[in-house]
Structure formats: structure tokens, C-alpha cells
């Protein structure tokens, strides 16, 4: 049936003067009734100003069985003799079939919308609509502001219509807002431009709205992940990590995020290989969008036990992402029982409905979960989350790898550490000793210092401290090593430098049977002194290491003017001693580079506030040693630090007599003699016997075997010694005599009643010592 264009005459009134036959089969009133009624009765709403003003619009009249009917009806004016209006034509035209075009705007994939000069609208496609939530002939001639609500976005929108409008040039910008008919905020990207009649002048815009939400979500996710790169493993602290990653997920990606691991993690244990059945997790780490986070139902630091249908037990067994949605029996259960554990936060999960959980993987080892869950956010969590989480997880599972290993290495080699340095130091009468020794807290693990203090013969003492090159286990085991040589050099009175000479021979053997790799970390500094408390004497050498700091009783304090050999390992080059003389109560300072050394400050000026602090007034050795550290250290060392603070003393000339013997064996009775009668004096007559026979071998021994001149010396210290001195270098040893020989067994008496015994070398020839012990003092 051919359709027909319905239209109506209106005097200027509104009487309704004339009516077609396209209009009695669009409304159903028949001209007989239409005609002579007023065109309000014919309506069943008031038309639009805005379609009044604009002779063209929606109007919706009722049909004659009552029921409404949305038109879009334009008016001609029909002028009367005087060129006034006298009525109005009114014409309906019958839809005609699409054009082309008019199929590409209407079926268009974005919001395809035209506005007049004055921000009306004119047309919209079907995408427009879907936004908008209402068909287009709600919208046509009605001023934009009128369709959405006012908010910051739509007046962005307005002002971008008005500056086309006004300057003629396209607009093109992107903008993330909601729309009328859309549950969340998308991602648009909008383009307008004018539109010009064929004279030049403009008409209205044209305008372009590409829904670009996934991709602004994919960037979004890509830039989680560019932060996590820079964002997460900061430190390598396995729980500063774990909260790097929660702090990245809420709350762009989660309203709620936490991190929970194996117990073995934080611990020293080997990882379980079974997964299955209930799996126990510590949290470390969790943060929402509320202060506190009440949502959290285990508390940071507590275990707790999750059920096999639990969401993370899952992405723990079955090594993937997990998504668990609202209504979804699994998850409902899981909320209950978090509800059940933690009620006070029960109202906080109000509106929970989607969650996401993903194991964290690192080389081939399960380490724990991370859990997102969305409550104000709109969206339920997506195949695409679940790949970016995956993503994600597996990064911050390696930085989180690697803070455990760093952990469990440093505790190792700092358990290697302590359990090579000295522990209780010897108690002698030389010195006064303090001590303290700092692990480095920086990234590059736990070094190689030490420091000793060696008991030698003749109540001296060797003090010791070094720094191996490097960190970590390797630089530990190394620090063993050169302090178990030292000791056992000093054990044979070395003087410190050719001790120091033997030590780099050593050094330099040990890099050479070491492969390639670990010759770098054998090298070492070292400084070594031994103190004499009879002749108060300080004699020492280093090997590229710090000098040491000398406070005098009358209060000055300076660095020991002291030539450092090269460091041990680079073989070849000689090591100088240096000798001082110290009145007793001076205190040495002896310390790794790692006390004064710093990026951030000269080594000059760092050495002066250690000469600095070393005057402070304290009331011990230990209160001096705090003292030191507080003024001194960097706030942030970057290396390890030991301290060996030693305060002399001296053994004065009523506890060490001395006598000159001559190379006669009828002087023996006279030294014997000598001896007793000095252990008189000192009150220890008990130990004359054994004294006697170790006066006479020794003497005896000097006087058939050695050269003059001979010295015998009595030292009454926390133990007796006795000591002969002889201008021969040739040290005696221990041997086995047969039944019948008159000689041979006069060392081994000695070594059998005495506590010690033994030779050093000196400028004029050897020492020999023995040691008996001495009942402490009331």
C-alpha cells in the first residue's frame, strides 16, 4: 500500500481547519472529528518550547484508541494579507527507506550524535541512544544540559560544543566519565567538528564518541606492571616487598588486597612439596581502601588455615589465577567463614562480589598468594585480569624469591660471623678490652670483618683487626680462615710485620688455588699490635689498613703516624713496624674502614670526630665504645663496622724481677737461689718447687746449649713465668730420651709441671717461657 504524508491545517488559534487522509490513518481520527477541535485536545502531552520555538520537534499526541503517539512533525507558516501568520501547516512524513549513509550513521559502532548552533539536539544513532538510555526523538531539540546530569565532565563536554561552534576548528580530547545509561565511569575518546552550509556558515557539530574503556583498562594494567617493575623489590625485605604489591593493587585494582605466605618463607625450612588438603599461610601484608583495614579478616603476622575450596588453596594447588564471583556456592562459603572468623568486620564486606586469587611463583617454587577482592568497584574481575594478575604475581614472586634468599644468606653468613669472632675475650692484666661489632644493613649483605685479642708469652697481648674485600658467606668463610692464621702466627711471636709478611703469602696462596672468580674477594686489610705491659710498649704494622687512635691520660688523642703496607694479596712488597711507648691508662682505638668511611663525607673529617669521641667522658670502656659509634658511625653504614677499644696497663717493677746469669753451670744453684727467694717475697712460697726445676732446666739448657749474654726473668701476673733469654737463635724442642741417657728430659719436666711453655724469637737471640698457674687473689 502506498504510504501517504499526514498532514494538518492549524489556524493561527490552534483550530484545527484541515486534515489529510495520511493523517486520519496515522491518528485514526477521521476528518469529521479532527476538523474544528482545538489541536491541544489532540495531544497527550505539551509539546517542547524548544520544538515550538523551532517550528520542528517531538510532539506525541494520542491516537484515537488512546494510546500516545511520538511524532516528529515540522510546521510551515502560512501568511496572510498583511504578511502576518495566519495558521500553520503541519506535515508527518511517512519514513522512507534508508540510505546508504543513513545505514552507516545509524548503525555505527561509536556514539555518532549532531547538534545545532546552540547545543540542540538534531540526530543520534542507535549507539547514542544505548548511552543516553532513551530513543532519539526524546532527545531531538532539546538543549544538551537538559539530558545529563551536571557534573564536571558534562560541562566539559558543553564548553567543547560551544568552542566549535564559536571558532569554527575541530576538537578532539579523551575523557573518562559516566553516561546516563551506563553502570561505571568508561573511557571515551571524542572527537567534534563544525558543520558548514554551502555558504561557509556553520550549521552545527558533528560529533564522534569511541568507546575506548578496554583499552584504557589495558594501558591501565600495562602501566601496574611498569610501576611494579620500578614499585615493587625496592628493598630486600620479604614483608616490605609483599606490602609494595598490595600498596600497587588498592586501589586502582582491588578495594581490598592482601598477601599471605608459606611459613617456610619467613623461615629457614626447605619448602613442602605437598599442597593438598588444608594449607596453612602467614600474613604479611594486606591494605584496603579504609583506614585500618577492617575488611582483613587474619591480622598481619597471624597464620591462618584455608580449606581446599578456599579460593587461595585452589590457586595454591592448581598453580593459576582463581576468579570466584558472587552467587558462586564456593564463594559464598568462603565469605561466610571469613565472617565467621572476623564478625567485627562483617559490615565492611557488605557488597563483596567478585575476588581473585593468584599464586606467587618463583623458579619452579610456590611461595604464597596474593588475593584482590572488589567491592566498590563496579566490575566483577575478567579473563583479562586474571592474565595481568598472573603477570603481575610473577614478578613481585621473584623480588620476593629474592629477598628470602637475601635474608636467609645474610643469616647464614652472619651466624658464620658470630660464630667466628671471639665471643668472651681472654682476661689478662695488659689491657682493659670493649668491643662491638655492626653487620652492614646494607644491600650487599653481611662483609668480612673481625678483630681479636691474643694472649702471648711474657703477659703481652696481640690485638687484631681486619676487613676481608666483599659480602656475604664467601667473605665470612675467608674472615675464618685469615683469623685462625693469625692466631697461629702469633702463637710462634711473630713480630707484626713479618706476621703480617706470612699473611700475605698466605692470602695470595689461597687466591691462586681458588678459581677465578673468588680471587677478588681473598683480598684483606689488616692491622696487628702486640703490647708489652713491663716495657709498655706498642708495636705494630699494617696491611692497607685505617691507622688507629692513641688518647693519652692528659687528654690529647691522634692517629698513630704508621706507614700501611699494601693490602694482603698483592704479594711482594714488605710490611714497616712502628713503636711507641705508652704510659699506662692510654687507650687505643682500633677499627675497620666501615666506622669512618662514607659517600657522603671526607675520611679526614671523619677520623677527627673519631679522635673527637674518643674524649668524650664515660664511665667504662663499653659506655666509650656506644659513645664512639653514636658521634662517629654513618647513619647509614654501607659496611661493616668493628670497634676494638684497648686501655693499657702496666706490670711495674714489683711484679717482674730479672737477673743476669753467667754462662757457668755452678751459677745454676745461684739462680735457683735468686728465684725462691723472690717467690718469698711475693708470697708464693707453694709454688718454689716446681719454679726451682723449671729455673734450673731452663738456665741449664741456656748455659750448655745457648750463648751468653743469659737472662732470667720472673713476671708475677695472673700466672708465674718464668722466662731465660739467650744471645742463640736455635729453638729447643721436645724429644723422647731412651732409658739410659743422662740428658733429654729436662723440657719434658717442664712441659709436664708447667701450665704452657714455649720460645719467641727476639732482636738478640730467643726467649725461653713457662707458665705456672696462680691461685686468684682474695
Given at each position: ?179 546516563p545509561a551506563l553502570n561505571r565511569e568508561h573511557s571515551w575518546s ?177 611461595l604464597g598468594v596474593a588475593v584482590g577482592v572488589r567491592m566498590a ?401 682474695d
Amino acid at each position: 500500500m502506498e504510504q501517504v504524508s499526514a498532514a494538518a491545517v492549524i489556524s493561527a488559534r490552534g483550530i484545527v481547519t484541515g486534515w489529510s487522509e495520511g493523517a486520519r490513518a496515522l491518528t485514526g481520527y477521521p476528518a469529521e472529528e479532527a476538523v474544528g477541535r482545538s489541536v491541544g485536545a489532540l495531544l497527550a502531552e505539551p509539546p517542547a518550547t524548544t520544538a515550538v520555538a523551532a517550528l520542528t520537534g517531538s510532539v506525541v499526541l494520542r491516537h484515537r484508541d488512546g494510546t500516545p503517539l511520538r511524532l516528529t512533525v515540522r510546521a510551515c507558516e502560512i501568511l496572510g494579507p498583511d504578511g502576518t501568520p495566519d495558521g500553520y501547516v503541519l506535515t508527518v512524513e511517512p519514513p522512507a527507506a534508508p540510505t546508504l549513509a543513513e545505514q552507516a550513521f545509524q548503525q555505527a559502532s561509536m556514539s555518532l550524535s549532531v547538534f545545532d548552533a546552540e547545543q540542540r539536539y538534531v540526530r543520534l544513532n542507535d549507539v547514542a541512544c544505548r548511552v543516553m538510555g532513551v530513543p532519539e526523538d526524546v532527545l531531538v531539540g532539546r538543549y544538551f544540559p537538559e539530558s545529563v546530569e551536571d557534573a564536571e565532565h558534562s560541562r566539559s563536554f558543553l564548553d567543547n560544543l560551544r568552542m566549535v561552534t564559536e571558532t569554527g576548528r575541530p576538537v578532539r580530547y579523551d575523557s573518562w566519565a559516566g553516561a546516563p545509561a551506563l553502570n561505571r565511569e568508561h573511557s571515551w575518546s571524542i572527537e567534534m567538528w563544525p558543520l558548514k552550509g554551502d555558504s561557509g556558515e556553520l550549521t552545527g557539530v558533528g560529533l564522534a564518541a569511541f568507546d575506548s574503556t578496554e583499552q584504557y583498562l589495558a594501558q591501565q594494567r600495562l602501566a601496574l606492571l611498569n610501576e611494579a617493575a620500578a614499585g615493587i623489590g625496592t628493598t630486600l625485605d620479604v614483608v616490605r616487598t609483599a606490602e609494595e604489591l598490595v600498596e600497587l593493587l588498592v586501589p586502582r585494582y582491588a578495594d581490598f588486597a592482601s598477601v599471605d605466605l608459606l611459613p617456610w618463607v619467613l623461615g629457614a625450612d626447605e619448602p613442602p612439596q605437598d599442597l593438598d588438603g588444608d594449607v596453612v599461610l602467614r600474613r604479611v601484608a594486606h591494605g584496603s581502601g579504609t583506614e585500618g583495614t577492617p575488611e582483613a579478616a587474619v591480622r598481619l603476622g597471624g597464620a591462618d588455615l584455608y580449606p581446599p575450596f578456599s579460593p587461595p588453596a585452589r590457586a595454591l594447588r592448581e598453580g593459576r589465577a582463581v576468579r570466584s564471583q558472587a552467587g558462586e556456592p564456593d564463594f559464598v562459603r568462603w565469605v561466610a567463614d571469613r565472617n565467621a572468623r572476623s564478625p567485627e568486620g562483617r559490615s565492611h564486606r557488605k557488597g563483596v562480589h567478585s575476588m581473585l586469587a593468584v599464586p606467587l611463583r618463583a623458579r619452579g617454587t610456590t611461595l604464597g598468594v596474593a588475593v584482590g577482592v572488589r567491592m566498590a568497584h563496579p566490575d566483577d574481575y575478567a579473563d583479562d585480569d586474571a592474565l595481568f594478575a598472573e603477570e603481575l604475581a610473577s614478578r613481585a614472586a621473584v623480588c620476593i624469591d629474592n629477598a628470602r634468599r637475601f635474608a636467609r644468606e645474610r643469616s647464614t653468613a652472619l651466624a658464620l660471623q658470630h660464630s667466628l669472632l671471639p665471643r668472651d675475650l681472654p682476661g689478662q692484666a695488659a689491657v682493659e678490652v670493649a668491643h662491638r661489632y655492626l653487620p652492614s644493613g646494607s644491600l650487599a649483605g653481611i662483609g668480612g670483618d673481625w678483630f681479636d685479642v691474643i694472649p702471648l708469652s711474657g703477659s703481652r697481648v696481640g690485638l687484631v683487626v681486619g676487613d676481608v674485600v666483599g659480602h656475604g658467606i664467601a667473605s665470612s668463610a675467608t674472615m675464618g680462615r685469615l683469623r685462625t692464621a693469625v692466631r697461629t702466627l702469633a702463637d710462634v711471636d711473630l713480630p707484626p710485620d713479618e706476621l703480617l709478611t706470612h699473611l700475605d703469602d698466605l692470602v695470595t696462596h689461597l687466591a691462586t688455588d681458588d678459581t677465578a672468580d673468588e680471587v677478588a674477594e681473598l683480598g684483606a686489610t689488616c692491622l696487628y699490635a702486640v703490647y708489652d705491659p713491663v716495657s709498655r710498649h706498642l708495636t705494630m704494622a699494617a696491611a692497607g689498613h685505617p691507622p688507629p687512635a692513641v688518647v693519652l691520660p692528659d687528654g690529647t688523642a691522634s692517629l698513630v703516624p704508621i706507614t700501611a703496607g699494601p693490602p694482603l694479596g698483592v704479594g711482594g712488597l714488605p710490611f714497616e713496624s712502628v713503636e711507641l711507648e705508652l704510659p699506662e691508662g692510654a687507650t687505643i682505638a682500633l677499627y675497620t674502614d666501615g666506622l669512618i668511611e662514607d659517600r657522603e663525607r671526607d675520611v679526614d673529617h671523619a677520623t677527627d670526630a673519631l679522635c673527637r669521641a674518643l674524649l668524650t667522658p664515660v664511665e667504662s670502656l663499653d659506655a666509650l665504645c656506644d659513645a664512639v659509634l653514636k658521634a662517629v658511625m654513618p647513619a647509614e653504614p654501607g659496611d661493616d663496622v668493628a670497634l676494638l677499644l684497648v686501655r693499657t696497663r702496666a706490670l711495674g717493677a714489683d711484679r717482674v724481677a730479672t737477673w743476669d746469669i753467667e754462662p757457668d753451670p755452678a751459677h745454676v744453684a745461684r739462680a735457683r737461689q735468686a728465684a725462691t727467694a723472690q717467690l718469698t717475697a711475693w708470697g708464693l712460697d707453694e709454688e718454689a718447687f716446681v719454679t726451682e726445676l723449671v729455673v734450673s732446666e731452663l738456665v741449664t739448657n741456656a748455659i750448655r746449649y745457648g750463648e751468653p749474654p743469659i737472662q732470667l726473668r720472673l713476671i708475677r701476673d695472673r700466672a708465674l713465668i718464668c722466662e731465660v733469654s739467650d744471645a742463640s737463635s736455635t729453638s729447643p724442642h721436645l724429644r723422647r730420651a731412651h732409658a739410659y741417657d743422662e740428658g733429654g728430659r729436662g723440657l719434658l719436666l717442664v712441659a709436664q709441671l708447667t701450665q704452657r711453655w714455649g720460645s719467641r724469637q727476639t732482636g738478640g737471640g730467643k726467649t725461653i717461657w713457662a707458665e705456672q698457674p696462680l691461685p686468684p687473689p682474695d
